[in-house]
């Protein structure tokens, strides 16, 4: 289910593709920019790609690894979003003040 509602969540895969143009313009060798793109979706699919790979893996252990985050989650997760989203704004804002004062 998760990995079905990944493929189509286009707001996760926006700073993936934000991170791939950078990635793209970046003076580094082929090489470099292969690993520094591979990094990149590896980092924006692991939360995917993760729980399937546990799963896969050790099926008798899932419930004992997730189980933990998942209570996490329901219990924190409202609080964790609007902390990102207060970092994020706080960088944008800063980010553009600082554009703001360079013109």
């Known amino acids: 289910m998760g990995i079905a509602i ?9 700073p993936v593709l934000a991170a791939s143009k950078d990635i793209g313009v970046a003076v580094l060798s082929v090489y470099d920019k292969a690993i520094a793109f591979f990094l990149a979706m590896a980092i924006a699919l692991c939360w995917c790609w993760g729980p399937f790979a546990v799963c896969a893996v050790t099926p008798r252990n899932f419930d004992r690894i997730f189980d933990p985050l998942i209570r996490f989650l329901k219990k924190h997760g409202s609080q964790l979003i609007a902390a990102v989203f ?12 600082t554009s703001a004062m360079m013109l």
């Open 86 to 97: 207060f970092v994020v704004g706080i960088f944008l804002v800063a980010r553009g003040v």
């Open 6 to 14: 990944g493929f189509g969540n286009i707001s996760s895969s926006l």
